[in-house]
């Protein structure tokens, strides 16, 4: 019998989610084709944790009637074996060749519904839904049909499909230890929209006789009344997300905050509130999905992936815990305690924590190879750069599949980004400056270069599609490499400019720049004495005079 192993194209990212743990700490946008300035389905992913990425690109494939996958975990144990499918789809990341995207958030939810002996854990149902579905319903029943079949294996989750017409999200938990199936619910974003989710279940109600928009689990509601989460006496209507992932303190603040954060720099006219994630009483959740004030632009959607809540009164840049140059990341852990009372740092979309971060393009009026675009970038989303892989590419740029968290290494793309926003903090509020001349200016030059790049690529689809790839995969592959390189050069260009606690505005005239005004009066209120200069020198007898 043919067997082959089922592994992932993002080698460590699964690793660090196996252990339960690391994947609880992503973020996901989706915008509708109503909703974006060129009528892209657009959607976002932060994958957040400690550990090295490595971007993986599957071929399409033939596969014999009796080929099997092994199912096995990171130790390389087997947990069991399925039958393959006659043909798989190329992929690229997280975007297959038909432009089909998925990206996804941890929620966790009730402990109690983990299933040790499913066989199948959300990268699993993610990377065997892109290899076998062209459109993101065909996902949904791929993904759920399979953990019908072999059992579903992770905490609960959110997953963000999207293809050239539509955006859904799907929640899925398990049913506890050694039951098949799940409990789950997607919902097809309306378009105009956008949604977003963190780490938390989003979906609420939800029709129960509108299949063209919702999906869901036959037993989804019955299992909730039969586990008690659930009291249709109470008069209240059922929720997905109270009943199998309730709110917390904890989850509203690390969660909903981002949610809120999005939607409010999207919306700014919808003034919403920032209660619900402070956890004001009565508060009410936010929606699952907004009307933006604008229609969106992938620049304004990487823009969005930015954010320390600059601007608001929980502004990461600002404050003592800031530090004298107003650096907005906070070192783990997240949660801390003083005198016995539990804190909280607050958790931003932007983070060094993150591993790689995407932002997908899928469009339905050019040919598959040229409409799906996987806008990607490593390390902390403020300060990568994001380049476009195109989903009908047959290589990938080698700096983004080496290296190991155990050394540093320049010829690692990810190295090379931490490098740069690792030095940042040493002089943040300045040398932020110089690093986003430097992603405006590549970042520009990709957006102002895609419809000539595309409109060359559309001719050669029908002319020369051999050609077609090979343009596609030289241009996508030959500028990731070229923004690598300019990421190094940006990291000596630091590292020389702000040496030693001077600034060299240029070459060999150093300057002083000290602290900020705010930073030294927080300085002067701790310690008002210990710093202060007398106004005159005290008066010394001659007899203590030297000559």
Known sequence: MNRRSLVCFFCTWISISASGSA??????????????????????????????????????????????????????????????????????????????????????????????????????????????????????????????????????????????????????????????????VARRIPDGYISCHANKARIGEFPLDDPDNCLYSENVISFAIEKGYYNPASGEPFRYRDAYCPPTPRNQRYAAMRVWSLFRRAAPSLKLSPDYHRGV???????????????????????????????????????????????????????????????????????????????????????????????????????????????????????????????????SAWWTFNFVANFANVRYNHMIKDIQVVQRDIEGNFLALQPLVEKTAFELASSDPELMTRYLTDYSVSHAEMTVKRWRELGKHLITKYNDGYVQEKPGSAGEQGYTDTWLRKVLKERPEQFRLPEKAADVPESKLVD
């Open 281 to 411: 009483e009565g508060a009410e959740p936010y929606p699952l999905w907004i009307k933006p004030d604008k229609k969106l632009s992938v620049g304004d959607v990487f823009a969005l992936m930015r954010d320390h809540y600059e601007g608001t009164a929980f502004d990461m840049t600002r404050g003592i815990d800031a530090g004298p140059h107003g650096t907005p990341n906070r070192w783990r852990p997240i949660t801390w305690k003083v005198d016995g009372v539990e804190y909280a740092w607050e958790r931003p979309i932007s983070t060094q924590q993150t591993g790689f971060s995407f932002v997908s393009q899928s469009r339905s009026w050019l040919p598959d190879p040229v409409g799906g675009v996987l806008w990607y970038g490593v390390d902390d989303t403020y300060t990568t750069c994001y380049v476009p892989l195109y989903c009908g590419i047959s290589a990938i740029p080698e700096s983004y599949t080496v290296g190991s968290l155990k050394q540093f290494d320049w010829d």
């Open 23 to 184: 994947a609880w700490a992503c973020t996901n946008l989706l915008v509708t084709k109503g909703a974006s300035a060129d009528r892209s389905v657009v959607i976002t992913y932060t994958c957040d944790g400690e550990f090295h990425p490595r971007l993986r690109y599957i071929p399409a494939a033939d596969h014999e009637p009796d080929e099997t996958i092994e199912v096995k975990d990171w130790s390389g144990k087997v947990h069991g074996a399925m039958k393959q499918v006659p043909h798989t789809y190329a992929v690229v990341g997280l975007i297959n060749e038909h432009q089909l995207a998925l990206s996804e958030t941890t929620f966790s939810g009730r402990e109690e519904l983990y299933n040790p002996d499913g066989l199948l854990h959300y990268w699993d149902l993610m990377r065997l839904a892109l290899q076998r579905a062209k459109t993101a319903r065909e996902a949904i029943i791929v993904m759920t049909g399979l953990v019908e079949e072999f059992g579903y294996r992770s905490p609960g989750e959110t997953i963000s499909i999207a293809d050239t017409e539509e955006a859904w999200i799907l929640e899925i938990i398990g049913p506890g230890k050694g039951e098949k199936g799940a409990q789950w």
